[in-house]
Nanobody, 120 residues
Framework: QVQLVESGGGLVRAGGSLRLSCAAS????????VGWFRQAPGKEREFVAA?????YYADSVKGRFTGSRDNTKNTVFLQMNSLKPEDTALYYC????????????????WGQGTQVTVSA
């Protein structure tokens, strides 16, 4: 069982930055891929990034967001730069044992989410 807790969301102006953290329980966390998803009001949940050994990104965030992990702290990070109003959403981290996936249904464990709001 893996428990995930996101933090780092907040209100920021367009062009600003935030760093999200996803802290996990479990001794084998380094074996897990951690995905980031977001959901805006009235929209479906969408893939943002997935971090295993490296990170791959949705086209909408490529070049602006950077994923990383610190396995000694069981934590994965999402550095978000050059934020845009359309990045406003509830951001979730999720974990799965195997390789990276962009499909939410492939992930077994989910956090509660952290709100990111970007003002124009």
């Amino acid at each position: 069982q893996v428990q995930l807790v996101e933090s780092g969301g907040g209100l920021v102006r367009a062009g600003g930055s935030l760093r999200l953290s996803c802290a996990a329980s479990g001794r084998t966390f380094s074996s897990y891929t951690v995905g980031w998803f977001r959901q805006a009001p009235g929209k479906e949940r969408e893939f943002v990034a997935a971090t295993s050994a490296g990170t791959y990104y949705a086209d909408s965030v490529k070049g602006r967001f950077t994923g990383s992990r610190d396995n000694t702290k069981n934590t994965v990070f999402l550095q978000m730069n050059s934020l845009k109003p359309e990045d406003t959403a509830l951001y979730y981290c999720a974990a799965r044992m195997y390789g990276s996936s962009r499909w939410a249904s492939d992930y077994d464990y989910w956090g509660q989410g952290t709100q990111v709001t970007v003002s124009a």
